[in-house]
């Protein structure tokens, strides 16, 4: 008996996946639980599992192809049901899922989801997508034995000439005319990776659609400075980004449409204050959210932040653990850098950006002293915050950091 393989769901935001790499062949004995493959969505990389036993007849997309929730992706059964392997995608409904066998029964097996731990996943993708639409092969760039010839000869990547012309069917002249192009000199070609393809999208979203402003605030950071110690000396090790998370929850308390949204239909006021910590990878920017700010300690702040930050690290992210985010702090205080704007996360309203330490001469009790200062600036959705709110925000946000033992 043929058993489809679909491609699971990783999140309500998430439906399209790029394939990194197959990690079985076809051919290969499959055991329930076995890693089939490896998927890339547009913050993270993850696994997918088979839960059928047999063998791989069939895989339908190839490495680096694109693949949506509910696409049959590859077919498992027994090594005499080859023949009935079709060489292209169908309907998912033309095949039966394993769980539906009576080899599965009383299997306690219950598969990896890409999708965070604890979410209402569907244990078996293939339950949920029985009329799921046909799924293709994607375009693959070909071209003649003349084009492949000269491209050898001259150490040119046809992915080169495709991405520079936007063909898919290379001839030799086109091989010619993009080395006259170059000038004789081979260019490198990235590609463009999900992750990057999604920032590009979401930020020009943003500068689009959403009409900001900024403004700057410069603080004073020398009692942070003393909490912080004050707290690695006593065993709990914080970020300057947790004790920015727990002076800004503090300071939206008086200003509800900093952790607000806009809508056509109206402003959505979140009831819970959701602070997404930038994280810079080397394949883009990934913010992972740490929930409901205002009614955590500090403690309890700063060790789900590290948490989350070694997993957007090591690419291990969930999906759920980057969503429903009310507000963004971007931190370039490991720089020298001393200030920089940020571009608005939407459906977000505010992000703040805050530059490094800066020690600057001030005047205090007729003595000149050195103050570690910071620059704070924000960038507000002028839709909904105007400049007396945000100015009145930040304000108050530069009270709770200079004076953090309110807050506590």
């Known amino acids: 008996m043929l058993n489809k393989i679909t491609?699971?769901?990783?999140g309500q935001n998430t439906d399209k996946f790029t394939i990194i790499r197959w990690?079985?062949?076809?051919?290969d004995p499959v055991t329930r639980g076995d890693v089939l493959l490896e998927v890339e969505t547009d913050k993270a990389t993850l696994p997918v599992e088979s839960f059928a036993k047999g063998t791989l007849l069939q895989v339908f997309f190839n490495d680096g192809d694109t693949v949506t929730a509910?696409?049959?992706i590859a077919l498992v059964g027994e090594k005499g049901d080859a023949e009935e392997a079709p060489s292209t995608p169908v309907p998912a409904e033309t095949y039966v899922a394993t769980q539906d066998t009576?080899?599965?029964?009383?299997?306690?097996?219950?598969?990896?989801?890409?999708?965070?731990?604890?979410s209402a996943a569907t244990p078996h993708a293939s339950a949920s997508v029985k009329n799921a639409p046909p799924a293709f092969v994607g375009e693959k760039i070909q071209a003649s034995p003349a084009a492949k010839k000269s491209?050898?000869?001259?150490?040119?990547?046809?992915?080169?000439?495709?991405?520079?012309?936007?063909?898919?069917?290379?001839?030799a002249a086109d091989v010619a005319a993009f080395e006259n192009h170059n000038g004789g000199q081979v260019c490198d070609i990235l590609p463009i990776s999900s992750m990057r393809k999604t920032i590009a999208t979401r930020m020009l979203a943003s500068t689009t659609s959403i009409p900001s402003y900024t403004v700057e605030v410069e603080v004073d950071m020398t009692a942070l400075q003393e909490l912080r110690e004050h707290s690695r000396q006593t065993g709990t090790r914080m970020a300057y980004h947790d004790l920015f998370a727990k002076c800004v929850a503090t300071a939206i308390a008086d200003h509800p449409l900093i952790n607000a949204s806009y809508t056509d239909d109206g402003i959505i006021l979140h009831q819970k204050i959701n602070v997404g910590i930038a994280v810079a990878l080397e394949e883009g920017l990934i913010v992972p959210v740490v929930k409901d700010?205002?009614?955590?300690?500090?403690?309890?702040?700063?060790?789900?932040?590290?948490a989350l930050v070694e997993k957007a690290r090591s690419g291990k992210l969930a999906p759920n653990e980057m969503q429903e985010g009310t507000i963004t702090i971007s931190n370039l205080g490991s720089f020298p850098v001393s200030r920089f704007t940020a571009i608005i996360n939407p459906p977000e309203t505010c992000i703040l950006a805050i530059g490094g330490i800066m020690n600057r001469p001030t005047i205090q009790n007729g003595n000149l002293v050195e103050r570690p200062i910071v620059t704070i600036t924000a960038t507000f959705d002028h839709r909904l915050i105007d400049g007396a709110y945000g100015a009145a925000f930040l304000a108050d946000l530069k009270g709770y950091i200079e004076a953090p033992?309110?807050?506590?």
């Open 7 to 10: 491609m699971p769901s990783a």
């Open 23 to 27: 990690v079985k062949s076809v051919g």
């Open 70 to 72: 509910g696409d049959v």
């Open 102 to 118: 009576e080899s599965d029964a009383g299997d306690d097996y219950v598969p990896i989801q890409p999708s965070a731990p604890g």
């Open 151 to 171: 491209a050898r000869d001259r150490s040119i990547s046809l992915a080169q000439i495709a991405a520079a012309t936007g063909k898919t069917r290379i001839k």
């Open 293 to 306: 700010v205002a009614a955590k300690r500090l403690g309890a702040i700063a060790a789900e932040s590290a």
């Open 405 to 408: 033992a309110s807050m506590l």
